[in-house]
């Protein structure tokens, strides 16, 4: 009796722990909220804004200049320092293929099983998939969306195999994803 105790709480830790590592491989692609940067960048918008209106040298006209160039240099950081956190960001997805045949002639199709991209700013290549196992061919969709594993088997007997696929954000989709989170952000901020 103790020994199905042991090996039951063994398999509840292992499941537990397999179950974790999903969760956070699942999450390693997420940035960081846009919330996240609200207030630092409110504290600097601030020091900007002293800084200006404290210089008694200056019209009007170049506080607006000035001001106008600061916080292009501060969108400037936010952009630069967003697009290198999109870039960074990867997930390998994997996905498994078997194929069994109980006869001895004949070649058996078991065809393809295929990993898909997490979310629609993500691909993957052909250069960013590998297979281990069993390999009767791999397929990348045109879009990067999904990457697939083909199995077949000859004869009497069973072909098993994984393939592990990297997911990285377009590079397209980052340039548009932190555009628009610049705008949203500094829109927030100068309210």
């Known amino acids: ?14 499941a537990f722990i397999l179950t974790s590592t999903i969760y956070v491989s699942a999450q390693d ?12 960048y409110k504290d600097k918008h601030r020091i900007i804004l002293k800084a200006i209106e404290d210089r008694t040298d200056l019209t009007i006209s170049q506080k607006l200049v000035l001001y106008e160039s600061e916080m292009s240099k501060l969108k400037e950081e936010f952009r630069s320092g967003r697009k290198a956190e999109y870039q960074s960001k990867t997930v390998e997805l994997s996905v498994e293929n078997s194929c ?5 002639g004949g070649v058996k199709k078991c065809g393809y099983k295929y990993v898909y991209a997490p979310n ?5 290549r052909t250069d960013w998939i590998r297979v ?10 045109a879009d990067g969306s999904s990457a697939g594993l083909n199995m077949t088997v000859a ?14 954000y377009k590079p397209e989709i980052i340039s548009t994803l932190v555009d628009k989170e610049t705008v949203d952000l500094f829109n927030e901020i100068i309210k």
């Open 1 to 14: 009796m103790r020994t199905k105790t042991i090996i039951k709480k063994t398999f509840a830790v292992l």
């Open 100 to 104: 069994t045949s109980g006869s001895s």
């Open 132 to 141: 281990e196992g069993t390999d009767k061919g791999t397929t990348v969709a």
């Open 29 to 40: 692609y997420s940035v960081k909220p846009l919330s996240d940067f609200l207030q630092p």
């Open 120 to 124: 629609g700013n993500m691909y993957t």
């Open 155 to 168: 004869g009497k007997g069973r072909n098993a195999g994984t393939l592990y696929a990297v997911f990285r």
